[in-house]
């Protein structure tokens, strides 16, 4: 059996298999269905310094290969995290990060200054990316300098590994990246979901309530590949490639391309216990190519 364990920044895993924000609630609502000590990590629901509702309904739509989602960073603030979620998911045996959103810069400091109190919470993962708030999440992430301003003043506020989710609607992610890097985040994740709309030609409505939002699903693994491939060359730190990753075959390209690590999203809801299968499907690839470790194919792209 090959080594499986990665780093991102001082942060252990165990093997390299992580859930993505929004996809996997607080972990907890999973227990059902799988082991969550097999997985290398999970990402919460995003949280923010206040409560939110959330977008009006509907907001979720079924498309081809994909769905949109115009949730809307519903949470219920970060402090009823700290008192009634963390205590109940602070002793899982796998590494929990809070992905961390807000409207201002203010905002997001203040709930990274309360999360990073907590001891069993070792990372955050700082969400510029969301396109489905009125303010702040994307707002950030789609120039260099947005980008910047919020790491650098949640750098300064945050001691522990720094991870920050690029949202793939921009024209140049890796120069973002590379702006982020030297604002000291330890890690950068990709891609957040694509803008995107849908249309019911009966009503001539939107299905969502918002109009645009959120795709995600297997429709956006080639986009997210490319720029995973892309970031992966343009900056030292480690890439956590996530979108449309199905199966074991899709994780596996994405570490190809450079990620040290995955998320597994929309794949949840078709199949609950897909991040165990993928770190069993790892394993097996590994064996038979006779490899002793991840990062023997982290990169190994041949073009």
Known sequence: MADLKIRI???EFKNPVTTASGTFGFGEEYTDFMDLDRIGGIFTKGTTIRHREGN?????????????NAVGLQNKGVD???????PRIKDYDTNIMVNVS?????DYVATAEKVNELDKIPAIELNISCPNVKQGGMTFGVSCAG?????????KAYSKTLIVKLSPNVTDIASIAQAVEEEGADSVSLINTLLGMAIDAETRKPYLSTITGGLSGPCVKPVALRMVWQVAKAVKIPVIGLGGIMNTADAIEFFLAGATA??????????PA?????????NEYLDRHGC?????IIGALEA
Do not use: C, W
């Not at 009823?80 to 963390?86: L, P, Q, R």
């Not at 897909?274 to 790892?282: H, L, P, T």
């Open 292 to 296: 002793s470790s991840i990062y023997d």
């Open 80 to 86: 009823y995290f700290i008192s009634s979620i963390y």
């Open 262 to 271: 995955i998320q597994i999203g929309t794949a949840n809801f078709i199949d």
């Open 102 to 106: 807000g409207s201002t810069i203010e």
């Open 274 to 282: 897909i991040s165990v299968k993928v770190v069993e499907g790892i």
């Open 9 to 11: 920044g001082e942060l």
């Open 147 to 155: 980008a910047a301003e919020v790491v650098r003043a949640v750098r």
């Open 56 to 68: 009006a309904y509907p907001r979720m739509a079924e498309t081809p290969s994909g769905m949109l």
